[in-house]
């Protein structure tokens, strides 16, 4: 038996205990609708809304919930980008029950029924389910097709499918690209107990420089870090996120950076986003690569497109495609 000295001992233990609050032990990642509504909690969470309230509930985990209440509708859709109300919830058997400073609502038979202090019913809003305005668009001609088929995975650097024939994460696409458009159809997996960048976590590096995050923060504050942001430069406005394992869409205009005869840099790469068909990011300069990127800026000004691998986090693809333009 190898004996440990008491350096080594603690210092084997501080780590442990530094590391446990980030791990998630047991904790459930659903890659699927179907295999998602085993989970109660899944059943409840998501978007409700009508006569201008908009309610986004957060799954946290065995029965807990999290929500916000939003005056005029959902991000997007009438929201008036000002009143936010948080409250905290949990789940009684099939429905749930959330309560806060000045109002309080349950969830049940996907009906929300919102309540004022004195327990006067202020609203009934149903539960909807969101389509992006751009979800399954069609290529135009002349557009280069990087993925639509399960069964040709060519266009990628370590291409590969999942059962569904979905595209997975951690690949490259072998063509490069100058100033261009991309559309592309991005799934983030049910991870109700993990927590910030854990929680379904992925990216689109355009020209493998410039990360616009692909992450779960379905509810939450706009933030650089958060889904739709430009990495470590912009965030999203307004946060367009769907509740996870809806099928979401980036339209993405990119204009390279340029550089002179002599290498230097003499104009940032600028980036025009769409997020579910708002427009959230508009020809925002980028002065920089983003973090983790795997190419630095050079003056070749072309890079190809590459879909982070984060961790243990599946991420789904679909239908995406690319126009070249002219600067």
Wanted: proline share 6%.
């Amino acid at each position: 038996m190898v004996k440990m000295d008491a350096f080594r001992f603690w210092l084997v233990t501080g780590i442990i205990v530094t590391l446990l609050p980030f791990v998630a032990l047991g904790d459930p990642i659903y890659t699927n609708a179907g295999a998602a509504a085993a989970d109660p909690d899944f059943l409840l969470q998501g978007e409700y809304a009508a006569d201008g309230w908009g309610v986004q509930v957060i799954a946290r985990g065995d029965g807990a919930f999290e929500a916000f209440v939003l005056k005029g509708g959902l991000p997007g859709a009438g929201w008036d980008g000002e009143s936010r109300q948080r409250l905290e919830g949990a789940r009684e058997g099939d429905r749930a029950r959330f309560s806060g400073q000045d109002i309080r609502f349950e969830i049940a038979d996907e009906t929300l029924t919102l309540y004022d202090r004195d327990g006067f019913m202020m609203a009934r809003l149903p539960r909807v389910e969101r389509v992006s305005s751009t979800l399954g668009l069609e290529p135009p001609g002349g557009a280069i097709i990087l993925f639509s088929d399960p069964d040709d995975v060519n266009k990628w650097r370590n291409g590969r499918v999942d059962e569904h024939g979905l595209l997975q994460e951690g690949v490259t696409s072998r063509d490069r690209f100058r100033d261009h458009r991309i559309h592309l159809e991005y799934l983030v997996p049910y991870r109700p107990h993990a927590r910030g960048q854990g929680r379904g976590n992925s990216g689109i590096y355009v020209q493998s420089r410039y990360e616009v995050q692909m992450l779960d923060s379905f509810g939450y504050e706009p933030h650089h870090s958060h889904n739709g942001g430009i990495y470590s430069v912009a965030a999203a406005e307004p946060n367009m996120s769907y509740p996870p394992l809806r099928w979401q869409t980036y339209d993405i205009h990119f204009r390279a950076a340029r550089f002179n005869d002599e290498g230097d840099k003499v104009e940032d790469a600028r980036m025009t986003v769409y997020h579910n068909g708002i427009r959230v990011h508009d020809d925002v300069p980028v002065p920089h690569t983003t973090t983790a990127a795997p190419i630095v800026e050079e003056a070749d000004e072309i890079g190809p497109i590459f879909l982070q691998r984060h961790g243990d986090n599946p991420m789904r693809y679909r239908n995406i495609w690319v126009v070249e333009l002219d600067g």
